[in-house]
């Protein structure tokens, strides 16, 4: 009998967990499920439109999907379809690996205003995500925007706000999103850091990125960029001295030469969010870092803005009967185990942090750790999934499925964009039901 494994989230970190269990257990039975019918997670979802080398890596993980012992069990949700208990009793090994889904919201006054939209919403509209909210109409009629948080998430919101027509055409956004933000007329949107330069985590690439938009200028005040980046620790310091680079490009920038400006703050914090029916302006605080942390002083300013984006991190969705979150809002767990039988990886185990690659490192650790457990062949596996699925008119959508789903939205791609993504499972369903994949 083979060591029968399920996977729950068909992400990156899904996959590179499958792969090293099918390298640890050979012969192992692998169910990777997901509650949507098509595999890959936050490439599909998070990963910015604009960045389709990004996307390749999709590449590897439909080389595990077609390795023997591996199903793509789609459109089956933990919590919904199947529960953690049923999961436990039907294979040997589960793995967690459903990462973050829920966004950090902030806790001001007018946070609910519209006008301001959560990062999951935003990014999970111009990406598809299926149940996102449709923000079309507040990003039309946007003049003025600020997007909140020093991360990559940050940076891909405004730097896709502040794309025009032509260079959205390349990319695989939702077509109505980009004719929203094309619509848009945006002159000013605000990157808001609580605290400094040196403190932001964004990447080299992504901030070198926004040099390069053709009708975006990027500014920064010089007064906010320290001389070197001394203060970083000696781990970091090159990196950030790279990106402190950049920014000294940016603060040498003409305000007035471009239609859009991406004005890059840091040590700033909104502290309500002003609006009747809807959000006008953001009031803010001036902030100082004190041992590493923002701390408001008295001095406070206004920007006007349609839109606030806050891009300042993820948590985990409740699951129903899930074991409790241990510090950080992480799946609690010892170094990946949850209970004997039972491991998480990626962010559910490590918080949302790092790169694609990072879960790769990540899910052999993990994996490490099980093949110390030693676990044996003991319970049904696939069989006894599709049981009870079958039991529950749950119909999973398997590889063969998810390949007329990706034909179906590359046909209705064009010469420059990759593909036109279904933004509905129903779509998706219907394309299942198509004759062969191409
Ligand atoms: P992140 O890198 O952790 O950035 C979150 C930002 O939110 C930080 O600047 C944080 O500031 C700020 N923040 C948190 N709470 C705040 C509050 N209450 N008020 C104001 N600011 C607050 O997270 P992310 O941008 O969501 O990205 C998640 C992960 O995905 C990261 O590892 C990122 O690198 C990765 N990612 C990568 C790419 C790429 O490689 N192209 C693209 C997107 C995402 P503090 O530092 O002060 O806490």
């Known amino acids: 009998m083979n060591l029968s494994v ?31 019918p098509i595999p890959f997670g936050l490439v599909r979802f998070g990963v910015a439109p604009d960045h389709l080398n990004t996307k390749n890596v999709t590449k590897l993980y439909e080389k595990i999907l077609d390795k023997p012992g591996v199903r793509f069990v789609g459109n089956v949700k933990l919590g919904r379809d199947i529960s953690y208990e049923e999961l436990k009793s039907l294979f040997d090994v589960v793995i967690l690996a459903f990462g973050m889904e829920k966004p950090r919201l902030l806790d001001i006054p007018g946070a609910d205003l519209p006008g301001v939209i959560s990062a999951t919403d935003f990014v999970g509209w111009y990406n598809a995500t299926p149940k996102s909210k449709d923000c079309g109409d507040l990003v039309s009629r946007a003049r003025s925007a600020i997007v909140v948080g020093n991360g990559n998430v940050a940076l891909d919101v405004a730097r896709l706000l502040a794309k025009t027509e032509s260079e959205l055409a390349t990319t695989d956004i939702v077509p109505a999103a980009a004719d929203a933000i094309v619509r848009a007329p945006l002159n000013d949107i ?35 960029l320290p001389v070197d980046a001394s203060s970083a620790e000696e781990s970091v310091r090159k990196k950030k001295e790279r990106n402190l680079r950049v920014l000294r490009t940016f603060a040498g920038n003409n305000a007035d030469n471009r239609p859009v400006r991406i004005h890059l703050m840091f040590y700033a914090s909104p502290i309500e969010i002003i609006g009747q029916d809807q959000m006008t302006a953001v009031k803010m605080v001036r902030n100082t870092v004190v041992e590493g942390r923002a701390v408001a002083t008295n001095e406070t300013f206004m920007i006007d803005a349609d839109v606030l984006v806050p891009a300042i991190g993820y948590k985990l969705a409740s699951i129903e009967g899930l074991p409790s979150l241990g510090s950080g809002g992480v799946v609690k767990n010892q170094d990946g185990r949850v209970e004997l039988g039972v491991y998480v990886v990626g962010w559910a185990r490590r918080g949302p942090t790092g790169v694609i690659g990072t879960n790769r490192v990540d899910a052999r650790e993990v994996v490490a750790l099980i093949s110390r457990d030693a676990p044996t062949a003991s319970k049904p596996g696939f069989s006894g999934l599709d049981d ?26 064009s010469n420059c964009r990759p593909r036109v993504k279904f933004t509905t499972v129903d779509e998706m369903l219907r394309a299942t039901k198509t004759k062969a994949a191409a």
């Open 6 to 36: 399920a996977v729950v989230g068909a992400g990156p970190s899904g996959f590179y967990a499958a792969d090293a269990m099918l390298n640890a257990f050979s012969g192992s039975q692998i169910d990777i499920v997901d509650q949507w």
């Open 190 to 224: 605000y990157v808001v850091g609580r605290r400094g330069p040196i403190e932001a985590s964004f990447s080299f690439p992504e901030l070198s990125e926004l040099g390069d938009l053709v009708e975006a200028q990027t500014l920064v005040d010089s007064a906010y």
């Open 388 to 413: 009870v699925l079958s039991a529950r008119s749950v119909s999973p959508v398997d590889a063969t499925d998810w390949r007329k789903i990706d034909a179906a939205e590359i046909a209705s791609g």
